[in-house]
C-alpha cells in the first residue's frame, strides 16, 4: 500500500515535471521554427523598416547593450554598496530590520510599477525624457533589490573566523571588508548580478512604460537619445498584423534568449567557483 | 617580577548576562598563564577582552580596568586597532585565510602598509622558524595555506600573529581540534616563545595547563575561585572547587 502511494507520488510530479518541459520546450520549437531563417546578417545589422524583410534588430541590440551597461553601472556600486552597509556596519535596530522588510517587498514589487515610477520621476520630474538614462535609471530601481539581497546573502557566508582573525590582528573593518570579506563574497555577488542583469534586459514593462520608441532608425549616441530595446521591438513585432513581420519578433526572441542563457551560464560558472572556495573555508 | 597586563574589577555582561563577575588578576610578563573552568565559565570572554575582540560582539558592556603596559585600554585615548596590533590571537579552530601561506603570515604586516618585498620575505621566513613551520613549507609558500595539516595550520595561525612583533599572544584552546602530536608541538613551541613574549592560553584540557603553564587562573559560573603558580592550583589548591575540577570531578 505504502509502495503504491509512493508510486503514485513519483509518477504525478513527473508528470507536472514533463508538462512543464513539454510546454517550454513546444514554445522554443515554434519560435525556431518561426525565426530561425530570418536570423541572418541582414538582420542584425538593419534598422527596423514597414517592409518586413528589410527590417533589423540592430537599433534595439545596440539600444539593449547600452542600455544594460549603464543600469549596470548605476545598479551595481549602488546595490553592493546597500549590501556592504546593510551587513557590516549596520546595528541591529528596529529600523533596520523594517528595511529588510522593504528590500524584500521591493524585489517582488511588479515592474510595470517601476515603469509608472521612472516616468513620473525621471521623464518628468528630472525632464530626462524618454532618454538612455531614463530607462537605465528605471531599470536600476526595479534590479537593485535583486542585487542587495543577492550580495547580502554572499557577504553573510563568508566565514566569521576568517574576519575574527583579521580583527586580531589589527586589521580595521574597512582591511577586513576590502581583504577578507569582499574576495570571499565576489563570486557570489556577481552571480547576483549577472541574474538582475539577465532579468533586466528582458523587461518590457517599465520601459514601454516610460515611453521608449519602438522605431528607431539610428543608434543612440548619448545617454540623451531616444532608445528602443530587443522586449520592445519584439513586442512591436508581434502586434503587427503581416505574417512577415512574426517571423521578425521570432528571430529577436532567440536572440534575446541566446543573450539570457549566456548570462546565465556566466552565472552558474562564478556560482561553481564560489562553491570551491567556500568549501574549502569550513 | 613586572606585569604586562592587571585586570581590575573586570565586569561583562551581555545584554543581561552577567558572564564575568568582577575579576581581578594580574598577568606578569614572559610568562605562560592558563585559564581554567569548565565551558560557559567565562574563559573566552575574558580573553576577547583583554585585546578587545568583545568591542565587535553587539550588546556586549564591559566595566572595570584592564591595564596593559600601565595603561588602561579601555580608556577612550586608547585605539582598539593600535592594540591589537600588539596583542596575537589564535583561535580554537584554525582560521588561516583563503591565501597562499605566505600571504597569511604576511596579511599583518601588509595591513600596516609593510610592502618592502625584501622585508616581507625576511619577517616571514623569520615567523615560520619562531614557529618550527619553515622547514615543512619553505618549498611551498605560495601554495594554498588550506593544503596544510590542521596542526600545520595551526602554527601557521601562530606565526600570523608573530610577524607582527605583539608583546602578548592570546590563545583560545588552540588545541582542541589538533591531535596529540601536533598539540605536543605547539606545547614545545609556546615553552620556546615566553622567553620573548607574554601568553594566555585558556585550555580545557587540565594536562596541557599543567604541563606548559606558570601560573593558572580557575574560572567558574564567571567568578575567579583562585589564581596563582600552577604548582599551588594543581598541586595544593586553596580552595574544594578548585581540587574538584583540576581532578577532573566535574567538567
Not at chain 1, 530607462?135 to 542587495?148: E, K, M, N, Q, V
Not at chain 1, 529577436?252 to 567557483?273: D, E, K, Y
Not at chain 2, 592550583?233 to 570531578?249: A, N, R, V, W
Request: proline share 5%.
Amino acid at each position: 500500500m505504502h509502495k503504491f502511494a509512493d508510486r503514485m507520488f513519483i509518477t504525478l510530479s513527473l508528470a507536472a515535471l514533463m508538462f512543464t518541459l513539454l510546454m517550454l520546450f513546444a514554445l522554443l520549437v515554434d519560435v525556431f521554427v518561426d525565426g530561425v531563417t530570418r536570423l541572418n546578417g541582414q538582420f542584425l545589422t538593419s534598422f527596423p523598416s514597414r517592409k518586413p524583410e528589410e527590417a533589423g534588430i540592430l537599433a534595439a541590440l545596440v539600444g539593449s547593450v547600452s542600455l544594460i551597461t549603464l543600469t549596470a553601472a548605476i545598479a551595481v556600486p549602488l546595490g553592493v554598496g546597500s549590501a556592504v552597509y546593510l551587513e557590516q556596519y549596520a546595528k541591529r535596530s528596529r529600523f533596520n530590520a523594517l528595511m529588510d522588510i522593504n528590500i524584500g517587498t521591493l524585489a517582488g514589487v511588479p515592474s510595470i510599477i517601476y515603469g509608472l515610477l521612472g516616468l513620473a520621476l525621471f521623464v518628468r520630474v528630472l525632464a530626462l525624457d524618454r532618454s538612455l538614462i531614463s530607462g537605465a535609471l528605471t531599470l536600476s530601481l526595479l534590479i537593485l533589490p535583486i542585487i542587495i539581497i543577492a550580495s547580502r546573502e554572499a557577504i553573510r557566508v563568508v566565514p566569521t573566523s576568517l574576519q575574527d582573525g583579521a580583527f586580531a590582528i589589527g586589521a580595521t573593518r574597512s582591511q577586513v571588508i576590502r581583504r577578507i570579506v569582499f574576495p570571499l563574497a565576489l563570486p557570489g555577488i556577481l552571480t547576483g548580478i549577472i541574474l538582475a542583469l539577465s532579468r533586466a534586459i528582458g523587461e518590457t514593462a517599465p520601459l514601454i512604460a516610460i515611453g521608449a520608441l519602438t522605431y528607431i532608425a539610428f543608434l543612440p549616441d548619448s545617454l540623451s537619445s531616444p532608445f528602443t530595446a530587443m522586449p520592445i521591438q519584439i513586442f512591436n513585432w508581434v502586434s503587427r498584423p503581416q505574417e512577415a513581420f512574426h517571423a521578425n519578433a521570432a528571430a529577436g526572441i532567440i536572440l534575446l534568449l541566446a543573450i539570457t542563457l549566456l548570462f546565465n551560464a556566466v552565472a552558474i560558472c562564478t556560482r561553481n567557483h564560489f562553491y570551491k572556495i567556500s568549501a574549502h573555508c569550513s | 617580577m613586572t606585569h604586562a597586563l592587571e585586570i581590575r574589577n573586570l565586569h561583562i555582561y551581555y545584554n543581561s548576562f552577567h558572564a564575568v563577575k568582577g575579576i581581578s588578576i594580574t598577568i606578569p610578563t614572559n610568562t605562560i598563564t592558563a585559564i581554567i573552568g569548565p565551558s560557559g565559565c567565562g574563559k573566552s570572554s575574558f580573553l576577547r577582552v583583554i585585546n578587545r575582540m568583545n568591542d565587535l560582539v553587539p550588546h556586549a558592556r564591559i566595566l572595570g580596568e584592564v591595564f596593559f603596559r600601565g595603561v588602561n585600554i579601555y580608556d577612550p585615548s586608547v585605539c582598539e586597532i593600535d592594540l591589537r596590533r600588539r596583542m596575537g590571537m589564535v583561535f580554537q579552530k584554525p582560521n588561516p585565510f583563503p591565501f597562499s601561506i605566505f600571504d597569511n603570515v604576511a596579511f599583518g604586516l601588509r595591513i600596516q602598509n609593510r610592502r618592502d618585498k625584501v622585508f616581507l620575505q625576511e619577517r616571514v621566513e623569520e615567523s615560520l622558524r619562531r614557529c618550527a613551520l619553515w622547514d615543512e613549507v619553505r618549498d611551498r609558500l605560495h601554495q594554498s595555506a588550506y593544503e596544510l595539516s590542521g596542526g600545520q595550520q595551526q602554527r601557521l595561525c601562530i606565526a600570523r600573529a608573530l610577524a607582527v612583533y605583539p608583546d602578548v599572544l592570546l590563545l583560545d584552546e588552540p588545541c582542541a581540534s589538533l591531535d596529540p602530536k601536533a598539540t605536543k608541538r605547539i606545547e614545545e613551541l609556546l615553552q620556546k616563545l615566553k622567553e620573548e613574549i607574554t601568553i594566555v592560553i585558556v585550555t580545557h584540557n587540565m594536562q596541557q595547563a599543567r604541563r606548559i603553564s606558570d601560573y593558572a587562573a580557575f574560572f567558574h559560573s564567571g567568578e575567579l575561585v583562585e589564581w596563582g603558580t600552577s604548582a599551588e592550583i594543581f598541586d595544593y589548591p586553596k580552595k574544594q572547587l578548585t581540587q574538584e575540577y583540576t581532578q577532573g570531578l566535574f567538567g
